[in-house]
Structures are given as structure tokens and as C-alpha cells.
């Protein structure tokens, strides 16, 4: 399949990693050769914690590093809470937004999601918006108007194909070693790019990254990143291992 956008890999850390685990980012560096860097985008979203630290690691290999969640708000008293403007002062330029673990144990609905896609977007970070049904709703035949639904909740007005990325991450599929099929996975990105062209235009929606996320291998990820309109990878567990991480990008390069 030839690729008119350029795919983006991007490693979800979540509440994974210590200081020594910046090695798995050096690491990736390291395999990220010049044929890799032609071909797709990486980027690696450790926890906050580590920001800055893999930002300064990464600085001059070409590879992005993103925040897995950012506040609504710029500033003041949020307890706990991370701004997407320090994310951005971190060296971030991707920030991961209504991941389902943010929407299902944070009680995070679509209308946060967008405020925090927005709030992004404003910080010149690229949201990657995260969208994806449950198990029951896929047994329910209701995977495609869910995953609509939260579009049109999720998405900010105006967003461009270079200031958003959206993510399909089928909730049942994360972490459980489970994928969806190819035939289904082309059926909800399809949906998706419509929808995305109804929300901000075609020409617009022709451009935007549709990652798929969830339980993406080296050995899969051949298989669902040639998918039509499969721009790329959101990756949890195998983004841990620089080799494994790099067998993803390979596959999509
Ligand atoms: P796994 O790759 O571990 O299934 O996680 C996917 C995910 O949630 C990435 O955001």
C-alpha cells in the first residue's frame, strides 16, 4: 500500500518507568536509523514524571515525546493536575488525551476530552485523541455510532490535519493480547475518516493520523498497519522494549 501520510508510532508509558528506564528511549534511538526516519514518525509518551528528563535524552534523534494527559486549565489551583503548557515547556509536543483508562476510571467524558484536546492545541502540543468501544458494545453491533459519538464529542472545532491525531484503541482490545480483525479495523477507520470529514472537511479529514492502538506486537503490527487509512501505532506494553518498539515502526515503515 502506498502511504500518502506519513506514519506516526507513539509508545504509551502509562504509570510505567523509572529514571533508568530512560535507556528504553536512548535505546530506540539508537535502532532508529536513517531508512526508519525517512519512512514514519516516533514519539514516546513517558510519565510526567520523566518528561523532561526523556525530552533532554531524546533532543536531536528525531523523536517526539508527548504527555499521556493534560489539564483543561493553564495554570492555578489544580492539585495533582499537569497543564498542557507545561507539557509543552518539558519539550513535549504530543499530548495523549481520553485515553479509555482516563475515561473509564477517571469518569472523563467526550466534553473533557475535547476542553483538554483544546487546551493542548493552544499549547502548540498535537492532541492524540483517544476513541474506542467497550467489548459489550461491540457484541451490541454499536462499535461504529460509539466511536462516532465520542468524535463528535472529543474533536475542537478547527482542528487541522497538523494539530490533531485521533487514536481507535478498542477498549477490549488493550492489554489483553486481543485485535480486532483486519476487516473490522478498516470498517471503524473508514467510519472515523468520514466522520472526521463531516466534523471539519474533507480536505481537512483526508490528512488527519489514525493510529490504531491495542495490543499491537512486532508480530501483528504488519498485518494492521497495512489497513487502509491505518496511519500508524498507538502502543502500550511493547513501547517498554526498545526492540519490540522498533519492530512496530519497522512494520509500518
Ligand atoms: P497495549 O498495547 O498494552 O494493549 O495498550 C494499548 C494502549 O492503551 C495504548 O494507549
Given at each position: 500500500?502506498?502511504?500518502?501520510?506519513?506514519?506516526?508510532?507513539?509508545?504509551n508509558?502509562?504509570?510505567?518507568?523509572?529514571?533508568?528506564?530512560?535507556?528504553?528511549?536512548?535505546?530506540?534511538?539508537?535502532?532508529?536509523?536513517?531508512?526508519?526516519?525517512?519512512?514514519?514518525?516516533?514519539?514516546?509518551?513517558?510519565?510526567?514524571?520523566?518528561?523532561?528528563?526523556?525530552?533532554?535524552?531524546?533532543?536531536?534523534?528525531?523523536?517526539?515525546?508527548?504527555?499521556?494527559?493534560?489539564?483543561?486549565?493553564?495554570?492555578?489551583?489544580?492539585?495533582?493536575?499537569?497543564?498542557?503548557?507545561?507539557?509543552?515547556?518539558?519539550?513535549?509536543?504530543?499530548?495523549?488525551?481520553g485515553h479509555s483508562e482516563?475515561?473509564?476510571?477517571?469518569?472523563?467524558?467526550?466534553?473533557?476530552?475535547?476542553?483538554?484536546?483544546?487546551?493542548?492545541?493552544?499549547?502548540?502540543?498535537?492532541?492524540?485523541?483517544c476513541v474506542g468501544e467497550?467489548?459489550?458494545?461491540?457484541?451490541?453491533?454499536?462499535?461504529?455510532?460509539?466511536?462516532?459519538?465520542?468524535?463528535?464529542?472529543?474533536?475542537?472545532?478547527?482542528?487541522?490535519?497538523?494539530?490533531?491525531?485521533?487514536a481507535y484503541e478498542p477498549v477490549w482490545a488493550i492489554?489483553?493480547?486481543?485485535?480486532?480483525?483486519?476487516?473490522?479495523?478498516?470498517?471503524?477507520?473508514?467510519?472515523?475518516?468520514?466522520?472526521?470529514?463531516?466534523?471539519?472537511?474533507?480536505?481537512?479529514?483526508?490528512?488527519?493520523?489514525?493510529l490504531y492502538g491495542g495490543s499491537v506486537?512486532?508480530?501483528?503490527?504488519?498485518?494492521?498497519?497495512?489497513?487502509?487509512?491505518?496511519?500508524?501505532?498507538l502502543?502500550g506494553?511493547?513501547?517498554?522494549?526498545?526492540?519490540?518498539?522498533?519492530?512496530?515502526?519497522?512494520?509500518?515503515?
Amino acid at each position: 500500500m502506498t502511504r500518502t501520510i506519513r506514519p506516526l508510532v507513539a509508545g504509551n508509558w502509562k504509570m510505567n518507568g523509572l529514571k533508568a528506564d530512560l535507556a528504553i528511549a536512548t535505546e530506540v534511538a539508537k535502532g532508529y536509523d536513517t531508512g526508519m526516519k525517512a519512512a514514519v514518525d516516533l514519539a514516546i509518551c513517558p510519565p510526567a514524571t520523566l518528561l523532561y528528563l526523556a525530552s533532554a535524552a531524546l533532543l536531536g534523534s528525531r523523536i517526539a515525546t508527548g504527555g499521556q494527559d493534560c489539564s483543561t486549565q493553564d495554570s492555578g489551583a489544580f492539585t495533582g493536575e499537569t497543564s498542557a503548557v507545561m507539557l509543552a515547556d518539558t519539550g513535549a509536543t504530543f499530548a495523549i488525551v481520553g485515553h479509555s483508562e482516563r475515561r473509564t476510571l477517571h469518569g472523563e467524558t467526550s466534553a473533557t476530552v475535547k476542553d483538554k484536546a483544546q487546551a493542548a492545541q493552544k499549547a502548540l502540543l498535537v492532541p492524540i485523541v483517544c476513541v474506542g468501544e467497550t467489548r459489550d458494545e461491540r457484541e451490541a453491533g454499536k462499535a461504529v455510532a460509539i466511536v462516532k459519538k465520542q468524535l463528535r464529542g472529543s474533536i475542537p472545532d478547527g482542528s487541522t490535519a497538523a494539530t490533531l491525531v485521533v487514536a481507535y484503541e478498542p477498549v477490549w482490545a488493550i492489554g489483553t493480547g486481543l485485535t480486532p480483525t483486519a476487516a473490522d479495523v478498516a470498517e471503524m477507520h473508514e467510519a472515523i475518516r468520514n466522520e472526521l470529514g463531516r466534523l471539519l472537511g474533507k480536505v481537512t479529514a483526508a490528512g488527519v493520523r489514525l493510529l490504531y492502538g491495542g495490543s499491537v506486537k512486532p508480530s501483528n503490527a504488519a498485518e494492521l498497519m497495512n489497513v487502509a487509512n491505518v496511519d500508524g501505532a498507538l502502543v502500550g506494553g511493547a513501547s517498554l522494549k526498545a526492540e519490540d518498539f522498533l519492530g512496530i515502526a519497522r512494520a509500518c515503515a
